[in-house]
């Protein structure tokens, strides 16, 4: 028998392969890199694309530089509406057409991040016309998955162990977040479904053949969330697990919001009582993902009126071609870039520049340190979550295994060094680990 652990994280997916010859890794994309990327791009002619293609079609789109259109589209349906009051009062109902508002133009759209909306009432989103729900969108990048997984195994694999957070994003619904991915998995070709948590799968990689007793403390710190576990070794007994909904993503947007939100309107003032940008649209910027979600005729008819009162235009025409000519993503990769560039030298360029949009900010990794002060805090309290919830202390823990690829920030590896003592760190392998430790599970449920 056969089973795959898949470890579907926010920002990047991996599938491990359980069989008779135990546990490997398997190269998602052409070029035998195992990491595929959790995007997806949706073209009204095309269709879905995910990963490394996904990318290349949008960037595509963006060289083109064609612009956003909206137009009305019939949709062949009418719908029953009062007529205009009379000086009679009521003048019966009339049937008008139905008609939508739909994108054309030959590009499409690229959506990441949604993992990060599993717990919210998100129901979908609308594209090109077309409803999707969250569970349609991820079973696109699901059954991609497994289609290319089953390609390189040779036989269509039902069996599977998937990663979960120890907390997910947003809103505290573990419930609603488990029964949305069950049902992706579901809709994807997989008939057995099974969890575990993403440390407890980067603590197993780590155990296999170890027999010495000790206790370790597993760091995850990936592009979504920080999960902490701490467990008994040879035994593989889970002592305690805490988590936050915090991780690279979350650092990408304080860098946006600190060093580039001046850009886009941060510093311009509306109209005569000297207004602020919209809540709305500085929240949205933060992630690419979510700039992608703002380009609707209510955003561009905002930007106009925006425009007519803004006290600085260059910024607002700079915000209005960042959504209508698709450059969020390049944006963010260059921030993403940026950060981790900081893991190595001591100061960095960020660099962008394209359409009206022109950005060069000299980053230094002691103002980056600065910008991330605050998630230490909330790191720190993670971890003592996760010792307290395991009724030890920090200097009972005899290893300290980091994974994920924020966990390669030194301000991070630095905080983590004084609380448990560097002679302690073990880096295993910051993006494999936990897709291991989740084949390793596969065989142990499915063996």
Avoid at 14 to 22: K, P, R
Avoid at 334 to 346: F, N, T
Wanted: charged fraction near 25%; hydrophobic fraction near 40%; charge should be negative.
């Amino acid at each position: 028998m056969k089973a795959y652990g898949i470890d579907f994280g926010t920002t990047n997916s991996l599938v491990s392969l359980w069989d008779n010859e135990g546990v490997r890794v398997l190269p998602m994309e052409k070029n035998s890199q195992n990491i595929i990327r959790s995007v997806m791009y949706y073209h009204p002619d095309k269709g879905f694309e995910v990963g490394k293609r996904a990318i290349e079609l949008y960037l595509d789109d963006v060289a083109k530089g064609e612009p956003l259109r909206l137009v009305e589209k019939f949709t062949g349906k009418y719908v029953r509406i009062p007529k205009p009051l009379t000086m009679g009062g009521f003048a019966g109902m009339v049937d008008v057409p139905q008609v939508i508002l739909v994108e054309e133009g030959n590009r499409g759209r690229l959506l990441q991040g949604l993992k990060s909306v599993l717990t919210a009432r998100f129901e979908g989103t609308e594209l090109f016309g077309n409803k999707y729900s969250l569970e349609d969108l991820l079973t696109v990048m699901m059954t991609e998955i497994k289609k290319r997984a089953d390609e390189m195994t040779g036989e269509e694999v039902d069996s599977v162990v998937l990663g979960r957070p120890v907390k997910y994003v947003g809103a505290n619904n573990e419930e609603l977040a488990l029964k949305r991915m069950r049902e992706v998995a579901r809709r994807a070709g997989f008939r057995n479904v099974e969890f575990e948590m993403e440390p407890v799968g980067a603590a197993l990689s780590y155990g296999v053949g170890r027999q010495e007793r000790e206790k370790v403390a597993i760091f995850d710190f990936g592009g979504g969330t920080l999960d902490v576990s701490v467990m008994d070794f040879p035994s593989g007994r889970v002592l305690g697990v805490s988590g936050a909904p915090i991780g690279g993503d979350l650092i990408d947007s304080k860098i946006f919001e600190q060093k580039l939100m001046k850009y886009f309107g941060g510093e311009v003032r509306f109209g005569k009582q000297g207004l602020p940008i919209p809540t709305y649209i500085a929240g949205s910027l933060k992630n690419w993902y979510s700039i992608s979600l703002l380009k609707t005729k209510a955003f561009l008819d905002s930007v106009e009126s925006l425009m007519a009162e803004a006290d600085d235009k260059n910024a607002i025409q700079a915000l209005k071609d960042l959504v209508v000519y698709n450059l969020g993503f390049m944006l963010h990769e260059e921030i993403d870039r940026v950060k981790i560039s900081l893991s190595s030298v001591e100061a960095e360029n960020l660099v962008f520049d394209q359409k009206s949009i022109h950005i060069n900010e000299h980053i230094t990794r002691g103002e980056f340190e600065d910008l991330v002060s605050d998630l230490l805090q909330l790191v720190d309290q993670c971890v003592n979550a996760g010792l307290k919830n395991a009724g030890v202390k920090p200097q009972q823990i005899d290893r300290l295994v980091i994974t994920g690829g924020s966990s390669l920030i030194p301000a991070v590896r630095n905080h983590l060094a004084l609380k448990f003592g560097a002679e302690k760190i073990i880096s295993e392998d910051v993006f494999e680990s936990v897709v291991k430790g989740l084949g390793i599970k596969a065989g142990q449920i499915y063996g």
